[in-house]
């Protein structure tokens, strides 16, 4: 029977596998299960629950299926035998989503502590064991595994099926220290979206004796954690324009940002106060205003940038602060449209106004509908979203991306052309220089003009990408 070690917040519950004899391993003035458990007691947690009998491999799998069907949150499984940074764990534990996901490192040398992956587009296609083999892995598996709440009956019913295979022979050489790559491979076969929460610089090794325990810990003590801290505060995918003429200075805001005890959406609605002022001086149509109006368009995208950044820096994500955002751009955009329609003397200007906020209320749309429709998906499993794929089968074996996506999965990997896609798609940052630049060279009609053109291929681009993906 499992111990419990209760906590009164969050919504993520904890299963420690103490069932192999390296969680036994001295660190420090205990042990590793002592040192997870310190750990874990300083993140967020609903609860954590230690399983100690060793009954193996097919036992500790029956434990987890009965955890995981009396659970009302997500649940975390991990192996008491882990060495890791308290970073790597809050990377997924801390996640806003607390949706299914798993810590991955891209770092694809494989070993027997930490099996293989297949890591496309932030998700985890192939898991690996020392039964199941992945073609092509570019990422290896850390050892720690968070189910959502949706996806906990799937996770119980995987983890039934597992115990029976394992106890039956079928899958090979499998020992009790596979229990969690051997979920993840179950997850993953059944067509659940299991995100790849990534590492980084970060450390994170199962161990098996002492002195690997040492040496691991070690290599804990040469990473500065505070420092990864800030650094992964700045989003790893924004736009180029965002990373490199904004992100670059607004993560030296962090800091002093906390200091003041500024939160998340106190920086959101300052940055729609400057939006708003910008609009103002736009409206008023001269070279002044319309300069006034530049600055003060690029430091309210500043503070857009910056209260994501605090959010992920001070952990303090909210479905609110989530919808604030994404409506204050929205907001802060169209108030700049209208300004600069007001600050216009072209005769077509209002036509072009209402053309470009349609075209972007039409790109916003195809964005999120494709999101809705893969969240659907991953909501009904695997009837249309993924096939399932039998945990008998040792070869991973998935359908090859064709035409567009083959092309797109090959341009990610050449850094140029990679910032190039991004560029191309006319995200919010370049949008905001884009408005800068040409209100202040050009006026308002080559700003209108310059937003239907380019956001007419981007609109394009989003569009035969989304339906080749929706096709495969």
Not at 129 to 138: I, Q
Not at 179 to 186: N, P, T
Not at 211 to 218: F, G, I, P, V
Not at 234 to 250: I, L, N, P, Q, R
Request: aromatic share 6%; glycine share 10%.
């Amino acid at each position: 029977m499992p111990d419990s070690l209760t906590r009164d917040s969050a919504t993520t519950s904890v299963v420690l596998l103490a069932t192999t004899p390296a969680c036994r391993l001295a660190s420090g003035d205990g042990t590793l299960l002592d040192r997870l458990g310190e750990q874990l007691a300083a993140l967020p947690v609903r609860g954590v629950q230690v399983v100690t009998a060793d009954g193996g491999l097919a036992t500790d799998l029956r434990g987890v299926a009965k955890i995981a069907r009396a659970a009302t949150s997500a649940v975390a499984v991990l192996p008491a035998d882990l060495v890791i940074h308290t970073e790597a764990l809050a990377a997924l534990l801390e996640h806003p989503s607390h949706g299914s996901a798993a810590l991955i490192s891209h770092d694809a040398t494989p070993g027997p502590l930490r099996p293989p992956a297949r890591v496309e587009g932030g998700r985890v296609v192939a898991a690996g064991s020392s039964f199941h083999l992945v073609p092509e892995a570019n990422a290896t598996f850390r050892g720690v595994l968070q189910t959502g709440e949706a996806d906990l009956a799937t996770l119980a019913d995987i983890a039934d099926e597992l115990a029976e295979l394992a106890e039956a022979g079928k899958l090979g050489p499998v020992t009790p220290v596979e229990a969690v790559d051997l979920l993840l491979v179950g997850l993953v076969r059944s067509g659940v979206a299991v995100r790849a929460a990534g590492i980084g610089p970060l450390h994170a090794d199962r161990v098996a004796g002492q002195h690997s325990a040492d040496a691991a810990l070690t290599r804990l003590a040469e990473v500065d954690e505070a420092k990864v801290r800030l650094d992964t505060s700045v989003k790893e995918d924004d736009g180029f324009f965002a990373t490199f003429f904004v992100s670059s200075w607004t993560r030296h805001l962090i800091k002093p940002a906390v200091r003041l005890k500024l939160v998340p959406n106190t920086v959101t609605a300052i940055s729609a106060g400057l939006a708003l002022l910008a609009a103002l001086w736009f409206s008023a149509g001269t070279e002044g205003g319309r300069l006034a109006g530049a600055v003060l368009l690029i430091l309210s995208f500043a503070l857009d940038c910056l209260d994501g950044q605090l959010a992920r820096y001070t952990r303090t994500f909210s479905p609110l602060g989530a919808w604030a955002d994404g409506m204050s751009d929205r907001f802060k955009e169209y108030a700049v449209y209208v300004g600069l329609a007001f600050g216009s003397a072209a005769a077509d200007i209002w036509y072009l106004a209402v053309a470009a906020m349609v075209l972007q209320v039409v790109r916003h749309a195809v964005d999120y509908t494709y999101v809705g429709a893969v969240t659907d998906a991953a909501r009904v499993g695997a009837t249309w979203g993924r096939p399932a794929r039998s945990l008998l089968e040792s070869q991973d074996v998935r359908r090859a991306p064709g035409g567009v996506l083959k092309l797109s999965q090959r341009l990610e990997r050449d850094t140029i052309a990679r910032w190039l896609k991004k560029i191309v798609v006319l995200p919010i940052g370049e949008r905001m220089a884009l408005i800068a630049v040409t209100a202040v060279i050009w006026g308002s009609r080559a700003t209108f003009l310059a937003l239907l053109g380019w956001g007419g291929v981007a609109a394009l681009y989003q569009l035969a990408g989304r339906i080749a993906r929706s096709a495969r």
